[in-house]
């Protein structure tokens, strides 16, 4: 990795105690380009915009992925990762479905821990907070029209946040807008999904909920996940989380707290759950509890 340091850190203009979510960003970034069927000239170099031809297939076509990582401190403060390989596969995968090129394990891992290292004191130690790290993947193609490009760029910028929620999240449960179907991009982290999320979201804001929570696209029945988080429910004493069925994003840290659960004694469920279920649970006082990851 070639790597260009910046000349004027901004990290002492952070104030560590107080970070809103996603407004900060790190001194550094790591770039990478697809080109000719491969992945070539990987780079750290100091964050900061760069160009796009107004041809740009990524903003015609829609053909960009991403995903959400982060970086903590232990107590020695040497920085880790939580499940990188986890987020990389997760990341191919939503590559294949938007026919685009997976990115080599290798070349992942060193970018992460070399961006990563070079950046560490970026990395906050207040409780809740942490590194956010945003690896994506974008189509670079310069032409009109529907076809995958054959050009892409694979960028990771990292940056201190706090808690995304600081309090209980009150939700909506949609009964007009869908988020995916089986068949569709659901499963994929892809950019597009967001964008048709933002409308329902808002309106659910101006009615005083924090986020949605999506139901099927057929019956507006079985539950699938909220806006920004998968969703459990304890209900006796099971867990039941929905199952992954092609519409729901399979998140990282829904697979680690059920493999958590399940070693702590737990029994867990993943399987179709419906609106009914939890409302009938919530009145005979058997829905003990519902969190999100």
């Not at 309090?167 to 659901?186: D, S």
């Amino acid at each position: 990795i070639a790597i260009e340091l910046t000349k004027h850190s901004n990290l002492s203009t952070v104030d560590f105690n107080n970070i809103p979510f996603g407004r900060v960003f790190s001194d550094h970034m790591y770039l990478a380009d697809f080109v000719n069927g491969e992945w070539i000239n990987p780079r750290i170099i100091p964050f900061g915009p760069f160009t796009l031809h107004p041809a740009n297939l990524a903003l015609h076509y829609g053909q960009s992925i991403f995903e959400g990582m982060k970086a903590s401190k232990q107590m020695d403060g040497r920085p880790v990762l939580l499940r990188p390989e986890l987020h990389l596969d997760r990341l191919n995968a939503s590559a294949v479905r938007m026919c685009m090129p997976e990115f080599p394990e290798d070349m992942f891992m060193d970018a992460l821990n070399t961006l990563i290292s070079i950046d560490k004191d970026w990395i906050p130690t207040v409780e809740g907070s942490a590194l956010y790290i945003r690896p994506y993947m974008f189509a670079t193609g310069e032409f009109i029209g529907v076809q995958a490009s054959n050009t892409y760029r694979m960028v990771i910028f990292t940056g201190p946040v706090g808690p995304y929620y600081n309090k209980p999240v009150r939700l909506l449960a949609e009964e007009k807008y869908v988020r995916a179907a089986p068949g569709g991009v659901g499963e994929a982290k892809t950019c597009g999904n967001y964008a048709a999320s933002l409308l329902p979201a808002k309106i659910a804001k101006e009615k005083g909920f924090d986020q949605v929570l999506w139901l099927d696209a057929y019956e507006f029945k079985y539950i699938q996940e909220v806006g920004t988080m998968n969703i459990f429910f304890v209900i006796g004493d099971k867990i039941i989380t929905p199952a992954t069925d092609g519409a729901i994003l399979k998140g990282i840290t829904r697979a680690s707290i059920i493999e958590l659960l399940k070693d702590e004694g737990y029994e867990v469920e993943e399987r179709k759950i419906s609106i009914d279920e939890v409302v009938e649970a919530f009145r005979n006082g058997t829905l003990k509890e519902a969190f999100g990851t």
